[in-house]
């Protein structure tokens, strides 16, 4: 696909697949209340958290990613092959390299996308959100698959009341293609 030139209006871009992807154990507030001075009544009343999911030791961000992102594929009912771009959105990544998004990428098949990592914390997926949306309405990518994905259990520290409570692991995926511009449900520039 040529991308498009600087007068042509850029492609609309749409979500046509969503998956995700919780790791089975949780870890409740009342957990929590034998690890530090905490209640579950305290946690909700400042988060709204009752609980979250915990990676077992053979599960990262990476393989948790990839069950989110074949999820999402099978949901937008298409196959990694059909995947132009991957972009993993993470602050807890598998290592240095490679990439987590290039281990979903592998993992589902994707041999023909690229791939890299976005690291930008809390608004990590909204930022992978808005670069994918920018491959597809400049007409480099026709499907981008934006992955979101964190273990951020194995960096926390357990004995700081004020920030352990608010963090779990887990995933989530979305697909991103190209829409008609006159297809409702198109994507709005995301606000970072």
Not at 54 to 59: F, G, S, T
Request: hydrophobic fraction near 40%; aromatic fraction near 4%; include cysteine.
């Amino acid at each position: 696909m040529t991308p498009a030139s600087p007068t042509e209006m850029p492609l609309p871009t749409r979500i046509t697949g969503v998956g995700r992807y919780l790791p089975t154990r949780v870890l409740a507030n009342r957990d929590l209340e034998r690890m530090v001075e905490t209640s579950d009544a305290w946690i909700v009343e400042r988060s709204g958290i009752r609980e979250r999911r915990i990676a077992d030791d053979h599960e990262s961000s990476g393989t948790m990613g990839a069950r989110a992102a074949e999820e999402a594929l099978a949901s937008a009912g298409i196959t990694g092959a059909d995947v132009d771009l991957v972009i993993a959105a993470t602050c807890t990544p598998d290592g240095m390299f490679p990439a987590t998004a290039t281990v979903i990428q592998k993992e589902i098949g994707a041999d023909r996308a690229g791939s890299f990592d976005v690291n930008a914390a809390c608004t990590g997926f909204l930022t992978a959100l808005s670069v994918g949306s920018q491959f597809i309405a400049n007409g480099s990518a026709q499907r981008v698959l934006v992955v979101g994905a964190e273990t951020l259990s194995r960096i926390v520290d357990w004995t700081d009341r004020d920030t352990c409570v608010l963090f779990g692991d887990g995933a989530g995926a979305v697909v991103l293609e190209s829409a008609d511009e006159d297809e409702p449900g198109g994507l709005e520039a995301p606000v970072l």
